[in-house]
C-alpha cells in the first residue's frame, strides 16, 4: 500500500449535496441518479470526471458522529453561471495521499488506510474534505474499474 503524497491545489466544484446517516449508503447512489441529469446543463467543466466528495464532522476518525455530507461534483472553471440548484464548493489546497481503488469495495480500502497505512506513515488525517475522482477507468459496479481516493493528510 503505497501512495501518491501530492500537494492539491484549490478545486472548484459544483454539483449536489446530502447529509447522510452512515447506515443510509444506498442515499449515495440516489444522490448520484439526482445528479447525473443535472451534470449536462452544466456548461464550464473543467475535465470529463466525476468527483464524489464527503464531509466528515470532526474528521474521518469521526467516533461517535452517524452523520457526514456527501456530494456529487464535477469540477469546473469558475462559479459563474452555475444553474439553479446545483451548489458550489471550492477544495481546500493541501497535501492529499492518493491510493487507487480498484474493484469497487471502497470500504475495505478505507480500513487498511486507517489501520495499517495511516499509522506507520508519519501523517495524520486534516480536516478537509475526502474525495475520489472517477475517471475513464470508472466502471460502476464492475470488479474493473478503478478510481483514485484522495485522503487529506497533514505531517504528525
Known amino acids: 500500500?503505497?501512495?501518491k503524497i501530492i500537494n492539491c491545489s484549490t478545486r472548484k466544484v459544483v454539483g449536489l449535496s446530502s447529509t447522510i446517516n452512515r447506515n443510509e449508503p444506498h442515499k449515495i447512489g440516489e444522490l448520484w441518479r439526482q445528479f447525473m441529469p443535472e451534470k449536462y446543463k452544466i456548461k464550464n467543466v473543467a475535465t470529463n470526471e466525476l468527483i464524489a466528495m464527503q464531509l466528515f464532522p470532526n474528521n474521518i476518525?469521526?467516533?461517535g458522529a452517524d452523520e457526514y455530507t456527501i456530494?456529487?461534483?464535477v469540477e469546473v472553471h469558475d462559479f459563474e453561471n452555475i444553474p439553479n440548484g446545483i451548489?458550489?464548493?471550492a477544495i481546500p489546497s493541501g497535501d492529499y495521499a492518493v491510493f487507487t481503488l480498484k474493484g469497487m469495495n471502497i470500504q475495505g480500502l478505507y480500513e487498511k488506510i486507517m489501520t495499517e497505512w495511516l499509522p506507520k506513515s508519519g501523517y495524520t488525517i486534516d480536516?478537509?474534505?475526502h474525495?475520489?475522482?472517477m475517471g475513464e477507468n470508472y466502471k460502476n459496479g464492475s470488479p474493473?474499474?478503478?478510481e483514485d481516493?484522495?485522503?487529506p493528510i497533514k505531517p504528525n
Open 1 to 3: 500500500m503505497n501512495p
Open 61 to 63: 476518525n469521526n467516533e
Open 71 to 73: 456530494w456529487a461534483t
Open 87 to 89: 451548489l458550489s464548493y
Open 127 to 129: 480536516d478537509r474534505p
Open 131 to 133: 474525495f475520489q475522482i
Open 144 to 146: 474493473d474499474s478503478e
Open 149 to 151: 481516493i484522495y485522503i
